[in-house]
């Protein structure tokens, strides 16, 4: 069946360092990929997502590039806020549009 | 206006009891979900439906029941609470457009905030 798989948390960073994290996935056909983040207390909100292969997903300075050759998704920004720690899911829905399926997540915290 | 709204937020109760958690969307999508957070934040699905018709019934055990009035509307009522039911409850909707099923494909889901349960 469908599965994702994200780089295994917790990630700790200093504020304005790089962030990257990994997420393969396994599906048939062409699958639509997500990022959701989940704040604090909060439930997920959609981050950023791409439909087909190739396209990139960017919002709020994250990025992220459907690779098909490597069935990866994975999730980038130049410099973290300490605003930006939160829980971070990646997600993939199968071209039945059925469910979305989601990685384990992945805490990030960012510190001052 | 809050596009999905859930209650109660927090919910504590004895094992044995009987609740029901209520979810709303004014969205106008057509699929609502339900989906349980443990405690290591892994999210799984336990119901799908679309219009009132139920389309995804996962492994969950009988004393979960849900219940769509309406397509706005998608409740989950849970019998003889055990410890471990204990989690987070996360009520979800998608649009069905451009076409059926392609809702979710094209445009994920919006999630409502959660009814974090706890069972004593």
């Known amino acids: 069946g469908d599965s994702v798989t994200q780089m295994e948390g917790p990630v700790t960073l200093s504020e304005e360092a790089f962030l990257t994290i990994n997420c393969t996935y396994t599906a048939t056909g062409y699958p639509s990929l997500f990022w959701y983040v989940q704040y604090p207390g909060e439930g997920l909100q959609l981050l950023l997502k791409?439909?087909?292969?190739?396209d990139k997903g960017s919002n709020k300075g994250f990025e992220a590039t459907y690779r098909k050759e490597t069935t990866s998704f994975h999730l980038e920004k130049g410099s973290v806020q300490v605003s930006d720690s939160a829980v971070y899911f990646c997600a993939l829905c199968p071209t039945s549009g059925s469910r979305l399926t989601f990685g384990e997540g992945t805490q990030l915290t960012v510190n001052p | 206006d809050t596009a999905v709204s859930q209650t109660p937020k927090y919910l504590v109760t004895q094992m044995g009891n009987d609740k029901s958690i209520k979810c709303e969307q004014n969205?106008?999508?057509?699929?609502m979900y339900w989906y349980k957070q443990d405690s290591k934040k892994f999210l799984k699905i336990m119901f799908s439906y679309n219009n009132k018709e139920l389309i995804i019934n996962e492994t969950v055990p009988n004393r979960f029941s849900p219940k769509s009035p309406d397509k706005a509307h998608l409740n989950l009522h849970i019998n003889s609470l055990e410890l471990g039911d204990s989690a987070v409850y996360f009520c979800a909707s998608s649009p069905q457009v451009p076409g059926p099923w392609t809702g979710a494909l094209n445009y994920g889901y919006t999630f409502g905030s959660g009814t974090r349960l706890t069972v004593v």
């Open positions: 969205l106008g999508h057509d699929t």
């Open positions: 791409a439909t087909k292969a190739d």
